[in-house]
């Protein structure tokens, strides 16, 4: 099992989609993508490509580690691993034996807004995967001895993930100081000794609350039809019925009237590094307009080697082994537009921060130009025809995204939300979020020196 972020999930496609244009399907879409809404309320979503006899399941439930109750955290990410534990109808280890046997591959992933399930089968095996998924979606059989085993595979996946990396325990510290009331704020996986105290009632009645068919989103991609798919939908999901819903609502972020400063000694880091990270709007928060600026921003940050934060702190000054910028702009929430920057050896932190602040000032005085916002746009064009050779990427990218509340619509817009964007909207996004009393900046330490703290 996994656990994702969007941008962790989608490296390259989520730019990469943004200029589908070359790619669009017959019907005038992205990808040929149709949707339709089973009367249970799921919503069902066909990609179709008929390049080879594959398909893809997803089962995208709306429902995250965001979503859990204070003093609760990890539990999305808990049942995923127990949602392979079986059902009366197929007991303990029987799905992952059925998938395998018949060929196909499967796992799950949770995030902060999304838990998805998703099987890569042969065609004619797509009937089976669907009841497969359809039975655990009310049919799940836990122990509580099944619950102890695996609470332990979760700490062990904790330990490894996180605890024995240094960066990975800043990351968590960040967001901790990033967000104080939002439950983005929390690790995905949890807090150990929350993880610890997780019981079969509390997991249960977490999958009985959100795990429903009106809570869900079916994609389908490959060599498939709607006209195929809609009576298999209906047969095999349309007959479980809905529950009622509890409410999608976060606390949010209140202003941030003061900067943060995290730093983390750790003698098991190979290098010094640096981030500075602030909070940012997304497609689904809004501004969206601000959410396509920055998109553009990223990319001319940071999308390549002769991009400007790498020609001007790697190759130019040579005060860094490493210097970026990401944003993700996925999130149902507000989100983070990052930078980092790992200085070379002769370099110290404290140098290489005053060298990427220059970076920023000079961005918000002056600008981005004209031609690097078209030179992205021409690079991310020309990398769009590589997005569809993998019909189980772009069900990711639709499903993650309707996830979140886009609409079909709204994904379809990208195309043309981004050929909208100009050098005032990219700048102007700029000065809106890069301001200094908001931001929250990391320090990984491989031995502590008085300057940095």
Sequence with gaps: MLIVTVLRFFPVLAI?????????????????????????????????????????????????SADEEPGRSGIAHFLEHLMFKGTEANPDGAFSYIVARNGGSENAFTSYDYT????????????????LEADRMTGLLITDEEVATEREV????????????????????????QFFIHP????????????????RDAVMAFYRRHYA???????VAGDITVEELRPLAERIYGSIPPVELPERIRPQEPPQLASRRVVYVDPRAAQPSLQMLYLAPTVASGPSDQAYALEVLAEVLSGSTTSRLYRNLVVDQKVAVSAGAWYDGSSMDRSRFGFWIAPTLDVTI????????AEIAVLLEEGVTQAE???????MAADLIYARDSVASIARWYGALLAVGLTIEEIEAWP??????????????????????TEVVGILLPEETSDAM
Excluded: C
């Design 16 to 64: 990469l989609v943004l200029f589908a244009a070359p790619l669009r399907g017959d019907d005038d879409t992205l990808f040929g993508a149709e949707s339709f809404m089973l009367d249970n309320g799921m919503q069902v979503v066909v990609i179709p490509d008929h390049r080879a006899p594959v398909v893809t399941q997803m089962v995208w439930y709306k429902v995250g």
């Design 116 to 131: 998805a399930y998703f099987q890569n089968v042969a065609r004619e095996h797509l009937e089976l995967v669907m009841e």
């Design 154 to 177: 979760v700490i062990e996946e904790r330990r490894m993930r996180t605890d024995n990396d240094p960066g990975a325990i800043l990351s968590e510290q960040l967001r901790s100081a």
């Design 184 to 199: 983005y704020g929390w690790p995905v996986i949890g807090w150990q000794h929350e993880i610890e105290a997780l019981e």
């Design 213 to 219: 068919p009106n809570n869900a989103i079916l994609v």
């Design 350 to 357: 404290e140098e290489a921060e005053a060298a990427l602040r």
């Design 373 to 379: 916002v078209e030179r992205v746009k021409t690079r």
């Design 416 to 437: 043309s939300r981004i050929e909208q964007v100009t050098v005032g909207d990219v700048n102007a996004a700029a000065r809106a979020i890069l301001v200094k009393p």
